[in-house]
């Protein structure tokens, strides 16, 4: 009784679905989003024997003309809301043309609506030729045929479809329900512009610099093995010997200029004519009619925050062009940072990873990593932030597989975890300051937008990253 009760359940669970899809298609409102292949793959896994059935997109974003494949068993899975001849020839051209039958024996097309009641198999023999065999009456499917094949398992594996079944309804109607809302609803859009607060004033001062005597002392002091630096080096070496370490400053034309105080700044008053220090504002610079003014004004804010970031174990990789986050301590083996996005969390930053091979080596270092650059809009600065990683192999220097790792995590990432990665720095940016910071930063901007399809939904799950947050106790 048992059985026929789970069977009745079946058919009226699939019943339901092939209705809901297929009042969706008529509305012209089903997208390939609506129902993710990842849901299908128990019940496929299941039905027709491939136990390391997988998402083929999980390796390469809209692997072409299949979707599901376990290659294993050499079992592949096209899933479509498409029913007509053209798509079906379409998916075994691109079979072809791509040399799957290297990798797979078998394909299915499994429709999501009811599939038509005859294919041409003259136009499909056409199509694939002898690449493998493809006979439209047995690997053209759709949920009827599944429900038809699930009748024949055995009750527990009939409870499990059900249930399975039961989710991908529920998702089906979930997005339905989404899709029908009304038009124009407003929805907030977090962008990854913030609003950046530079000083208001600016210093500027000639340079008077002693070449050969500073170059001497550098050599005596900082090790340092050239002979002609550049004025920039020149610059550097000159305030190092005097005791300062920053990088908030700029030369332009035989003259330094910086966010800091000169005429209280003993380091900077020794590398110039102290009697042409002068003090301007910072729309001086920043709105000058000279891109190259413009551009220095920039490059100054960047680099003045590298030293705010500094104090927060941020540092500053000149050989990728991007901030990145360093471990509080040295030998730890990750850290965490507190944010507030939806909810309190903690998000890991900095992660040691060990060899496979031998758990007590080191393999390389990965760091939360972000380019930030600034714009000017109606003289309000905004800063866009990027986010990304970086891999290192002693904390500074870039790893040899760097590209090939961060390729990898790129791979695996996904519209909300960059979306979290930019909330999650601007809310650091916002939040860790000190009382003598020069520049201080806002909230992200955000937008209300007009739209009955949010982008915040239907993304995956964070957990293939590991890098979710963490809920904060």
């Known amino acids: 009784?048992?059985?026929?009760?789970?069977?009745?359940?079946?058919?009226?669970?699939?019943?339901?679905?092939?209705?809901?899809?297929?009042?969706?298609?008529?509305?012209?409102?089903?997208?390939?989003?609506l129902i993710s292949e990842d849901a299908w793959i128990p019940i496929l896994k299941e039905v027709y024997q491939c136990p390391n059935?997988?998402?083929?997109?999980?390796?390469?974003?809209?692997?072409?003309?299949?979707?599901?494949?376990?290659?294993?068993?050499?079992?592949?899975?096209?899933?479509?809301?498409s029913t007509d001849i053209e798509?079906?020839?379409?998916?075994?051209?691109?079979?072809?043309?791509?040399?799957?039958?290297?990798?797979?024996?078998?394909?299915?097309?499994?429709?999501?609506?009811?599939?038509?009641?005859?294919?041409?198999?003259?136009?499909?023999?056409?199509a694939i030729g002898d690449e493998i065999r493809f006979d439209a009456k047995e690997h053209i499917i759709d949920t009827g045929d599944v429900l038809a094949e699930i009748t024949g398992l055995r009750l527990p594996a009939q409870e499990r479809m059900l249930q399975e079944f039961r989710a991908i309804l529920g998702d089906v109607e979930t997005s339905v329900k989404a899709l029908n809302a009304p038009e124009n609803a407003p929805y907030i859009l977090v962008s990854n512009l913030i609003e950046v607060t530079p000083p208001s004033a600016l210093y500027l001062a000639e340079l008077c610099i002693d070449e050969e005597s500073t170059i001497a002392a550098a050599k005596r002091d900082l090790n340092y093995k050239g002979k002609h630096p550049n004025k920039h080096l020149l610059v550097r070496l000159a305030l190092q010997l005097a005791g300062l370490g920053c990088h908030g400053w700029a030369v332009f034309e035989n003259r330094i200029f910086t966010?800091?105080?000169?005429?209280?700044?003993?380091?900077?008053?020794?590398?110039?004519?102290?009697?042409?220090?002068?003090?301007?504002?910072?729309?001086?610079?920043?709105?000058?009619?000279?891109?190259?003014?413009q551009n220095l004004f920039k490059y100054l804010i960047k680099d003045t925050l590298r030293d705010q970031l500094l104090a927060f174990n941020v540092n500053w990789s000149k050989q990728q062009n991007q901030f990145y986050f360093l471990p509080d301590e040295k030998d730890s083996d990750q850290r965490r940072e507190e944010w507030v996005g939806k909810k309190l969390s903690r998000r890991r930053v900095?992660?040691?990873?060990?060899?496979?091979?031998?758990?007590?080596?080191?393999?390389?270092?990965?760091?939360l990593a972000f380019d930030i650059s600034f714009i000017d809009v109606d003289s309000q600065w905004?800063?866009?932030?990027?986010?990304?990683?970086?891999?290192?192999?002693?904390?500074?220097?870039?790893?040899r597989f760097h590209d090939d790792l961060l390729s990898k995590q790129k791979r695996l990432e996904h519209n909300n975890s960059v979306r979290d990665q930019v909330r999650f720095v601007g809310y650091f940016l916002a939040n860790s300051r000190n009382d003598n910071d020069l520049i201080t930063f806002g909230e992200l901007v955000e937008f209300q937008c007009l739209s009955n399809i949010s982008l915040e939904e239907n993304e995956e799950l964070e957990e293939v990253l590991e890098e979710e947050d963490v809920s904060a106790d």
């Open 382 to 399: 905004y800063a866009t932030v990027t986010p990304s990683w970086y891999y290192t192999w002693n904390l500074y220097k870039r790893n």
């Open 87 to 126: 798509k079906v020839k379409s998916t075994l051209e691109q079979f072809k043309k791509r040399n799957y039958k290297n990798a797979f024996d078998e394909l299915y097309i499994f429709t999501l609506r009811s599939k038509q009641k005859s294919y041409s198999q003259n136009a499909i023999d056409n």
């Open 53 to 81: 059935l997988v998402n083929l997109n999980r390796k390469h974003k809209n692997f072409p003309g299949i979707d599901l494949g376990d290659e294993q068993d050499r079992v592949a899975f096209q899933v479509t809301s």
């Open 259 to 293: 966010f800091y105080d000169m005429e209280r700044e003993s380091a900077f008053r020794s590398i110039v004519d102290v009697g042409s220090i002068e003090e301007l504002t910072t729309e001086d610079i920043s709105q000058h009619e000279l891109v190259e003014y």
């Open 1 to 33: 009784m048992k059985q026929i009760e789970i069977e009745n359940q079946l058919r009226e669970v699939v019943s339901r679905l092939i209705t809901e899809i297929d009042l969706a298609t008529k509305q012209g409102r089903l997208d390939v989003n």
């Open 350 to 367: 900095f992660e040691k990873k060990y060899q496979t091979k031998d758990p007590t080596k080191v393999a390389f270092f990965k760091h």
